[in-house]
């Protein structure tokens, strides 16, 4: 049984109707294999009923059409109508609610057919509108039953190199909604997902960005090829169209972006490249589906959008569509050296996974950043070097040997703040519209969610799926509102970002901190109200009234409180006033972490200090989530919690760590 389509239809004179009133049709085919010929079409029964509470919407069947495509196949193709259903909507914006959907087919009072799948009702448009004419672009929004949708997403690869190995959904997408994500991208370079994944997301609320698999290359355009490929692209339409967490498909993954970018020597023969691509990615794979899908088709990501004309001339446009951004040379925490784009698909650094999960991949204790294991699975031309000279350009760690648990903590100290520092500056750009037409921004994916091996790679969950710094970072900044602060060369600015559909009233406490001491230099307390769906600067302090309170800054930092009473919001997080993490003359914090209480499914740590830590970071001895991680501490005692996958009698053994331990006495 494949659903190919739950489509509202269209409101008769601009009428807007009550959900409940609404008329949906669902699009079935239902393909028999039978013993004999069927002489006569057999009758359709159906049935629609709402999963958890049992109520059957109205709905009858208007459409009914077979076709016998050779002896002994039948293939029915059935439109039912329907009213009084409650629509699907992404986590945070509603319910979830889906309904099961089974057709009969009988031949007689005993001989029947019978299928079920279960579907969801909802409408998604990718709002590509014109801003200010046409002269700033266009927008590049998603909109879910009419509600627009900042998208906090991640960029999924293949769940194994082993494929049908058992995989742990449901901790998979425990961690996703624990983050905060909102939209998972299937990239194009790696595998359709199962069943049970696209179900996992319909059941819990998150959207899916469905790419083709086509990346980064150049394929054959001969006719047996594309016979091939019509195959593939409907049967993966037709199967996966029908999930309501599904909200886009993609032609291609970035290859668009290498045809115009001379990746594979296009420019020899620029024509014959762009027919060969059209005639692949246009003229097939989006011809072959646009009967099967509901949901708005992108020929490539990135790609300047639906209007287009399909193949760019520059794919990376700031003022339409989507971008990739990568820059592992420019000082990441320099806001300047970014983008502004309406929408950023994929972004992100390098990092290595946690000491005890490479220690299990390489059957040996001792893990430098040169050795033989880390370059062979090095796959970033000069990745290692790369990472060595930004450890040195954000911690002046050029003389710290970057081996073991120091390896582990630095690089991935230096990849979260990368990170973090664009979410947080895309972020700052939602809603808002710069004099050049830059801005607007809708959404984020970084890359990359997961891991398919020990390795030193972009992902926020190693193959264990021990989480790492940039998980917690990203779990802070996707709550729906934020509080973010940078240094624009003159001054430490703050600001709010509210995705919600209503207003917030939120509070900033703020500490100018010499990191030799738990005592405050000054402190700044920030209350206010910002408007829904806004991002607005709230407070600034100028360099030279941090200067008045502390005359070498490099020695200082400013701890952030945010807090949303309302939503339930708090986070702690620290800003410097420069783009690096140098001279701060950290003092010995005499760190402990004490498991206190051992509850059903975790354990309650305390942790204390001495002197202020920075970025305290917690490794437990069995994977797991830690209510608090990856955070500033300048109070002499937190209390936190940390939850295993699996609880065990002999759980756990939580070692604590921070800044100092890894490069403090060096610097």
């Known amino acids: 049984l494949t659903v190919t389509g739950v489509r509202r239809r269209g409101e008769e004179g601009g009428k807007k109707r009550r959900e409940v009133e609404e008329v949906w049709e669902i699009i079935i085919t239902l393909q028999c294999h039978t013993l004999r010929d069927l002489k006569m079409d057999p009758k359709v029964k159906h049935k629609l009923i709402e999963l958890g509470s049992g109520i059957s919407p109205t709905s009858h069947v208007t459409r009914v059409q077979y076709t016998r495509p050779r002896p002994g196949q039948l293939t029915a193709n059935i439109t039912l109508t329907v009213t009084g259903v409650r629509r699907w909507y992404p986590k945070l914006l509603g319910n979830q609610t889906r309904y099961q959907v089974t057709i009969s087919l009988c031949t ?41 949708v900042y998208v906090t997403g991640a960029n999924l690869v293949p769940l194994s190199v082993f494929g049908g190995l058992n995989y742990n959904l449901t901790t998979l997408f425990d961690l996703i909604q624990n983050a905060g994500i909102n939209t998972v991208r299937v990239w194009g370079g790696g595998e359709y997902q199962s069943e049970d994944f696209y179900e996992e997301a319909d059941k819990r609320g998150v959207l899916i960005w469905q790419e083709f698999m086509f990346a980064c290359s150049l394929y054959p355009a001969d006719e047996g090829f594309l016979e091939n490929v019509r195959g593939e692209v409907t049967e993966q339409a037709a199967r996966i169209n029908s999930h309501p967490s599904v909200v886009l498909f993609s032609g291609n993954n970035e290859n668009k972006q290498g ?59 700031q003022l339409a569509g989507d971008i990739h951004f990568y820059d592992y040379h420019s000082n990441c925490l320099n806001i300047s050296n970014l983008p502004v784009p309406r929408f950023a698909s994929e972004f992100g650094f390098q990092s290595y996974p946690a000491l005890k999960t490479l220690q299990n991949s390489f059957h040996c204790r001792k893990v430098e950043l040169f050795d033989e294991n880390t370059e062979h699975r090095q796959h970033l031309v000069d990745g290692n070097v790369l ?124 500490f100018l901190r010499d990191a030799a001491s738990i005592r405050s230099l000054m402190e700044w307390n920030v209350d206010g109200k910002v408007p829904q769906t806004s991002s607005t600067e709230v407070f600034s302090v100028p360099r030279s009234e941090l200067q008045q309170y502390c005359p070498d800054l490099g020695g200082c930092f400013v701890g952030v409180e945010f807090e949303v009473k309302s939503e339930g919001i708090r986070t702690i997080d620290a800003a410097r006033p420069g783009y690096d993490w140098t001279g701060l003359r950290l003092r010995p914090p005499s760190i402990l972490a004490e498991i206190v209480a051992k509850e059903m499914d975790r354990v309650v740590i305390k942790l204390t200090i001495t002197n202020p830590a920075m970025w305290v970071w917690l490794e437990a001895s069995e ?15 937190m209390m936190l919690h940390f939850t295993p996958y699996v609880m065990t009698e002999k759980c756990c053994k939580v070692h604590a760590t921070s800044l100092y331990h890894h490069y403090g006495e060096n610097n």
């Open 108 to 148: 007689g009072a005993d001989t029947c057919v019978e299928k079920s799948r279960d579907i969801g009702f909802r409408s998604v448009e990718l709002d590509q509108t014109p801003l200010m004419g046409g002269s700033a672009g266009r927008r590049f929004e998603f909109v879910v039953n009419g509600r627009p």
């Open 259 to 317: 045809l115009q970018e001379n990746w594979y020597d296009t420019e020899s023969n620029k024509s014959l490249y762009i027919s060969e691509y059209m005639k692949l990615y246009d003229k097939t794979i989006r011809s072959s589906v646009s009967d099967l899908i509901d949901v708005p088709f992108l020929l490539s990501s990135p790609s300047n959008g639906e209007h287009s004309h399909w193949v760019d001339d520059y794919p990376q446009s």
């Open 387 to 510: 990472l060595q000279e930004q450890v040195s350009r954000m911690f002046g760690a050029s003389q710290v040997p970057l081996s073991g648990e120091t390896l582990v903590y630095l690089t991935q100290l230096n990849q979260a703040l990368c990170v973090a520092s664009q979410l947080a500056h895309y972020a700052r750009h939602y809603n808002t519209l710069l004099p050049d037409g830059r801005g607007m921004n809708t959404g984020v994916m970084f890359w990359q969610l997961n891991d398919v091996w020990a390795a030193p790679t972009w992902s926020v969950i190693d193959v264990e799926m021990r989480p790492k710094m940039l998980y917690y970072a990203v779990k802070q900044l996707y709550q729906p509102v934020i509080g973010t602060a940078h240094w624009n060369t003159t001054d430490m600015v703050f600001y709010v970002v509210n995705r919600l559909e209503r207003g917030v009233s939120y509070s900033f406490d703020l």
């Open 623 to 637: 994977p797991g989530i830690f209510s608090h991680n990856f955070f500033p501490m300048y109070v002499p005692v």
